[in-house]
């Protein structure tokens, strides 16, 4: 079992910066894979990142690409999410995600992944 804990969401103003936080705990964190996926109101859940284990691959949804960075630092069992040059379309819950066994070809599916956080609101102001 694996427990997601984000943080860093808040309000940010247009062209502002906000980095996201993914704490994980119950599972050897290097063995994970870890996305970020995000739900605004009324659309569906849609990919934003995600980072593989040792190798540290990382993918993007072209809506944030050359704006997020994602990262992981096994040490502190943490990944994170850096958001720059944020947009009014970036306004939405973001959630983390897990699991110990995907491909390449399904880390932007959220099914795909077995565990999840409880999600953290990102809210971009004009």
């Known amino acids: 079992q694996v427990q997601l804990v984000e943080s860093g969401g808040g309000l940010v103003q247009t062209g502002g910066s906000l980095r996201l936080s993914c704490a994980a705990s119950?599972?050897?964190?290097?063995?994970?894979?870890v996305g970020w996926f995000r739900q605004a109101p009324g659309k569906e859940r849609e990919f934003v990142a995600a980072?593989?284990?040792?190798?540290?691959?990382?993918g993007y949804a072209d809506a944030v690409k050359g704006r997020f960075t994602m990262s992981r630092d096994n040490a502190k069992n943490t990944v994170y999410l850096q958001m720059n040059s944020l947009q009014l379309e970036d306004t939405a819950v973001y959630y983390c995600?897990?699991?110990?066994?995907?491909?390449?070809?399904?880390?932007?599916?959220?099914?795909?992944?077995?565990?999840w956080g409880q999600g953290t609101q990102v809210t971009v102001s004009s």
């Open positions: 119950g599972r050897a964190f290097s063995t994970l894979t």
């Open positions: 980072i593989r284990t040792i190798s540290s691959y990382t």
């Open positions: 995600a897990a699991d110990a066994s995907l491909t390449t070809a399904a880390l932007r599916t959220d099914s795909e992944y077995d565990y």
